[in-house]
């Protein structure tokens, strides 16, 4: 399994990706700093499973999302967001988002998005 992690923080990152491997230790991880990125490593890598920020610089976890359901309709992407960004939730969900994580983010909460997604 490959999984994508994208987010601006390189401290998200590396706990996003200590989690996944904590949860999956067989899985690729990919890393994306931004959503401009997180699209064209998607056109490279076709990860199975995409864990998004919504807000980032340069593009945005709902813009890239947008792009990438648009690339590839059977794309699985979680976005991840503090609170207070509900109406960035609903497009998201809108945009076909696969299910959505609350920061700060939880081991258990990574695992039983990654156990669903095998399914």
Not at 4 to 27: G, H, L, N, T
Not at 37 to 52: R, T
Request: aromatic share 6%; charged share 30%; hydrophobic share 50%.
């Amino acid at each position: 399994m490959k999984i994508m992690i994208c987010d601006d923080s390189m401290f998200v990152r590396k706990k996003m990706k200590d989690a996944v491997i904590a949860a999956a230790p067989e899985a690729e991880v990919v890393e994306a700093f931004d959503g401009q990125q997180a699209v064209e490593k998607y056109k490279e890598e076709k990860p199975d499973l995409i864990f998004m920020d919504i807000i980032m610089p340069v593009k945005n976890g709902v813009e890239a999302l947008t792009e990438i359901m648009a690339i590839d309709k059977t794309a699985k992407v979680v976005m991840a967001s503090s609170v207070g960004t509900q109406e960035n939730l609903k497009q998201a969900i809108l945009a076909g988002a696969y299910d959505f994580l609350q920061k700060p983010i939880e081991n258990d909460d990574v695992a039983k998005i990654i156990s669903k997604a095998i399914k």
